[in-house]
């Protein structure tokens, strides 16, 4: 079983900055993609930003220029560096773990799509 935990969010005013961070527990041998989403009230979930285990990035544009993604493979943390929020960035940010490789029983298997619980990023104007 992999779990996910994500801290970091909270309010801000517009233009301010918030750092999220997710880990990943359990029995994990590697995780191909690690990454955020948010779903804001009404909307559906949207893709924020993704990194593969080698390096590459994924953004979506309304953040480009302002979120970095960063992540530490042998920590499986993922992290999101979000400066000049502002209030269209309101939103409950979830974690996403992907392509993940997990040990039982002696062997390594392929898991599914791994999901944390949320954290709300609140951004005031």
């Known amino acids: 079983q992999v779990t996910l935990v994500e801290s970091g969010g909270g309010l801000v005013q517009a233009g301010g900055s918030l750092r999220l961070s997710c880990s990943a527990s359990?029995?994990?041998?590697?995780?191909?993609?690690m990454g955020w989403y948010r779903q804001a009230p009404g909307k559906q979930r949207e893709l924020v930003a993704t990194?593969?285990?080698?390096?590459?990035?994924d953004y979506a544009d309304s953040v480009k220029g302002r979120f970095t993604i960063s992540r530490d493979n042998a920590k499986n943390t993922v992290y999101l560096q979000m400066n000049g929020l502002k209030p269209e960035d309101t939103a409950v940010y979830y974690c996403?773990?992907?392509?993940?490789?997990?040990?039982?029983?002696?062997?390594?298997?392929?898991?599914?799509?791994?999901w944390g619980q949320g954290t709300q990023v609140t951004v005031s104007s």
């Open positions: 996403n773990a992907a392509g993940v490789l997990y040990y039982s029983g002696g062997s390594y298997w392929p898991g599914l799509e791994y």
């Open positions: 359990g029995s994990i041998g590697s995780i191909n993609i």
């Open positions: 990194m593969h285990s080698g390096g590459s990035t």
